[in-house]
């Protein structure tokens, strides 16, 4: 039986057995192989960024180091003191951060997810969402300056603990309203029916019905973004700036304060090797810190899914 | 019948119910909590004018005095009030480009690396949170890195392209420690993460039958990829991309520490170098009169640069989502 | 090796099973399957859902390699040659056993190209244009598609695609083709049409195709292999199994096993 008039046009099909010379196969292999490269390479500068924070972090840690304040540096010193305060700086800071941030994020988020009704209005606030995300983080050092610090705006003082919570909270706020925008957005729609048709208040459905449910994604994205922010350092060096004192009364929110990654910082390019030690501990806690967060959030999303 | 009945029969209950109709109370908290949302979610607007207009009305000054000459000069002379960004803008634009160059081949090959079965899942699935950690490493710790151990050990080996491509205007000087080269390295590693991670996600949601069609015609694993996968997942990527470029551009910290800080133009990456972040990370908190307002003016074409790249980038994310 | 070679002696067997088991992550989906299907002829795979046949026919053409933890022991054999041998190559395989999807599937370019695509990657250096047109009448879509051949494959109908994937798997000539489940997701009519489709390729193909339509088996095949499912001790799930496998008509009308009867008189009702 004749098959199609133009069969013949097709090379002659092989037979079945695999020839790893085909220019097909040779072709498909080296491709799998350097693909599977790349996919080393890129897993590469974790490795290599953790091995050395370990390294030269791990070794520097000790009480001392943990509670006592640093030294200014000058001389070549045997030790550079500790990082106390940076430590407790670093919370202050993302404290304050956290405070300004979670509110309006969260109150956001509701507004997108249980009240728009994508209109303008709230696509507007999405896309400036995912822009606000977008500024680098510097741009939000640089207006917090313009406003808060240069102005001595706020009961005169100018670097100060709570100018660099407020550029913080800039760059929470974004992810946080995303967040929460998509985790209650998760929730089912008939939670919320069955709330509205015991004839339950929006504000009482939103609270006690639809908020709980999406408790642990909405949870999570806000450690998160905390994470991020406790790392950041582009908008703390002109707004928090830096100090060598203990934050020894409340009114010290308004006077600069140390953090970590600030620290890490400023004793980096100091000439120093006591300095640098310092610089390497404080990055081994704040990797800790960072790192412990995110597996912690994957397993408790993870556990959430099964 | 008898069921309806029942009902009938049924004591009349609802004076039992004490907030059958409702109080002004729970109508006042209602409509208070709706306006507090609303007022917040308004938040996000106000930051983001608040930020534009303070950084335009911040540079406005220096706009007037230098205007576009600004971009396409690199004096910067704090005593005679001179200023021009070209060596920090140019610098912006080779950091994150060169960083693109390379971070793309290699997050989006990592990315179809993950999402084809060529090792198993579990494998896959720790290089896929081994890559996303990555981006949960500070900034700061990166810099740190790269001064103390990733710049010291690439010296011979940028003093060898040096030597052996000087002749190219990009390798022309001796790599000295801090430059431009390091810098595009380090950015090479901040962006990997974004690049693979949405390039996974839109590769994974490529449908699952495309792929059946093209083996089943008896396409190879490659052919499918770059031919149905990869085209069908593009417009992700290239999302991806443009964000991961944004993230280049204003990414601060690792690139102040790593690139010299040089505010003298060279074509050269070996040599030193400046961005636009890493100038205003240097001389923001110091500056005073013209100096401000010319960083001012810098910051704006940053945030110019940023914020284009972004919203094409949400723009391309977008119509992947609408395409199946 | 040319095709033609093996269509001069008739009934020639097509694809051989021996003893073929195969296993998702360990648990077994079908077991100790025999069964030879024969050139040229339709064979319709029928049964309850869960006894396998998808899984069967996937095996043919090596599909299941796309999903993990899938495993196959025992022979399938194409003329001979056992398939999942080390040394045979799966593309290969594919080039020469076609498949038809359950939903259509056609690729995100426009009508022209997805004919076009698999017919170049298969090293097609013929007329392309008169390629397409041929494969788009074979599948009875010509008609629908000759004025917008350059439009998205995702414009057509959900039956006109499925014939446009039909279309796409003639124009590299394989030699068998396989359907699964092809008219599921489609409308009465529309799934007439592939029927008749099918009627017109069988000439010139062997097909298999997976149905749970019996009307669908006994209206378009010469020979039906009929499935079950068992519950099996020590196993979680489901374990198919073939029950029996002959000509259409003896199967439908005067079946061997009770089994293959009470499922038969159970759908016709």
Redesign the interface.
């Given at each position: 039986m004749e098959r199609m008039s133009n069969s013949g046009t097709y090379k002659k099909k092989g037979d079945l057995y695999y020839n790893s010379l085909l220019s097909r196969n040779l072709y498909n292999n080296s491709l799998t192989f350097i693909s599977g490269i790349l996919a080393i390479i890129a897993i590469l500068p974790l490795i290599l960024v953790l091995t050395y924070v370990v390294i030269n972090g791990a070794s520097e840690i000790n009480l001392a180091v943990l509670t006592q304040l640093p030294e200014p540096p000058g001389e070549d010193l045997p030790s550079a003191g500790g990082i106390g305060n940076a430590i407790i700086g670093t919370i202050v800071v993302s404290g304050i951060a956290s405070l300004i941030a979670i509110p309006i994020g969260v109150g956001g988020g509701i507004y997108l997810a249980e009240y728009s009704r994508g209109g303008t209005f709230s696509k507007f606030i999405r896309f400036g969402a995912n822009v606000l995300s977008g500024v680098p983080s510097i741009i939000a050092g640089v207006c917090i300056y313009s406003v808060i610090v240069s102005t001595r705006i706020i009961l005169g003082s100018n670097f100060s603990a709570l100018a660099g919570g407020i550029s913080l909270s800039i760059l929470m706020l974004p992810t946080i309203i995303k967040t929460t925008d998509e985790g209650l957005k998760l929730v089912s729609d008939d939670l919320r029916k069955a709330a509205l048709g015991v004839g339950a208040s929006k504000f009482v459905t939103v609270s006690q019905i639809t908020i709980p449910a999406a408790f642990t994604p909405i949870g999570t994205g806000i450690v998160l973004a905390l994470a991020r922010a406790a790392g950041e350092t582009a908008p703390l060096i002109f707004t928090a700036l830096f100090s060598f004192y203990w934050l020894d009364s409340p009114e010290g929110i308004l006077q600069p304060i140390a953090t970590l990654s600030v620290l890490i910082y400023n004793f980096a390019i100091e000439p120093y090797k006591a300095q640098n030690e310092l610089a390497w501990a404080a990055s081994f806690l704040l990797v800790a810190f960072v790192l412990s967060i995110n597996l912690l959030t994957r397993w408790i999303g993870k556990r959430g899914k099964h | 019948m008898s069921i309806y009945g029942e009902f009938l029969v049924l004591p009349k209950t609802t004076d039992l119910y004490l907030l059958r109709s409702r109080p002004p109370s729970e109508k006042l908290i209602d409509l208070t909590f709706r306006n507090v949302v609303i007022s917040m979610a308004a938040m996000v607007a106000v930051v983001l004018f608040g930020i534009l207009v303070l950084v335009f009305t911040g540079s406005v000054e220096s706009m007037g005095r230098y205007g576009l000459r600004f971009l396409f000069t690199s004096d910067w002379n704090p005593v005679n009030n001179d200023y021009g960004a070209f060596a920090a803008i140019y610098g912006t634009i080779v950091t994150s480009t060169f960083s693109l160059l390379i971070a793309v081949p290699l997050g989006v090959g990592a990315a179809i690396f993950i999402t084809e079965n060529i090792i198993p899942t579990r494998i896959r699935e720790a290089i896929g949170i081994m890559v996303e950690l990555l981006a949960a490493i500070p900034s700061v710790v990166l810099g740190l890195w790269a001064i103390y151990v990733m710049e010291p050990f690439l010296r011979p080996l940028l003093s060898g392209l040096h030597e052996y491509l000087g002749w190219i205007p990009f390798f022309s000087t001796k790599p000295i420690g801090p430059g431009t080269l390091p810098a595009i390295l380090i950015l090479v590693i901040m962006i990997l993460p974004i690049i693979t991670s949405i390039s996974r996600d839109s590769l994974n949601q490529v449908p699952k039958k495309l792929r059946e069609a093209s083996y089943g015609i008896g396409a190879t694993r490659w052919t499918t990829i770059f031919k149905v996968i990869v085209p069908a997942a593009v417009s992700g990527i290239a999302g991806g991309v443009l964000l991961a470029l944004g993230r280049a551009m204003g990414e601060t910290m690792a690139v102040t520490m790593i690139i010299g800080n040089s505010n003298a133009f060279n074509w050269s990456i070996l040599s030193p170098g400046y961005t636009i972040a890493s100038m205003l990370a240097n001389q923001f908190g110091e500056a005073d009169g013209a100096q401000v307002s010319s960083l001012m003016y810098a910051a704006f074409v940053l945030m110019v640069l940023t914020l284009a790249v972004n919203v094409v980038a949400q723009w391309l994310v977008k119509r992947l989502s609408l395409k199946y | 090796?040319?095709?033609k070679a093996t269509?001069n002696t008739s009934p020639q067997i097509c694809i051989g099973m021996e003893n073929v088991t195969i296993e998702y992550n360990g648990s077994p989906a079908v077991r100790n399957i025999y069964c030879d299907i024969p050139s040229?002829k339709v064979t319709a795979l029928i049964g309850p859902s869960g006894c396998g046949k998808s899984t069967v026919l996937r095996s043919f053409?090596r599909?299941n390699d796309?999903i993990?933890g899938c495993t196959l022991k025992g022979k399938v054999l194409?003329e001979g040659?056992d398939?999942y041998a080390k040394?045979?190559?799966p593309?290969?395989?594919?080039?020469?056993i076609?498949?038809?999807?359950q939903?259509p599937?056609?690729?995100?370019k426009s009508i022209y190209e997805n004919i076009a695509?698999?017919a170049r990657?298969?090293?097609?250096?013929?007329?392309m244009d008169?390629?397409v047109e041929?494969s788009l009448k074979?599948a009875a879509v010509w008609e629908e598609c000759k004025d917008k051949l350059n439009e998205s494959g995702y414009s057509l109908s959900g039956g006109q695609q499925q014939r446009l994937?039909i279309a796409?798997?003639?124009a590299?000539?394989?030699e068998v083709i396989l359907m699964d489940e092809p008219c599921s997701a489609l409308d009465p009519i529309s799934t007439l049409k592939i029927e008749e489709t099918i009627h017109e390729l069988k000439?010139?193909f062997t097909i298999v195709i997976v149905t749970h339509n019996m009307q669908q088996a006994l209206r378009v095949s010469d020979m039906t292999a009929f499935y079950n499912a068992e519950e099996t001790i020590g196993m979680s799930g489901k374990v198919g199994y073939l029950v029996e496998f002959s000509e259409t008509q003896k199967i439908f009308n005067s079946p061997k096993e009770k089994a293959t009867q009470d499922y038969i008189q159970g759908k016709f009702g």
């Open positions: - | - | 090796m040319d095709s269509h040229e053409n599909m796309l993990e194409f040659k398939i040394n045979v190559d593309v290969e395989v594919r080039r020469r076609g498949m038809v999807f939903q599937n056609p690729f995100p695509f698999g990657i298969n090293g097609y250096t013929g007329d008169n390629l041929q074979q994937c796409r798997t003639i590299t000539q394989p000439s010139r």
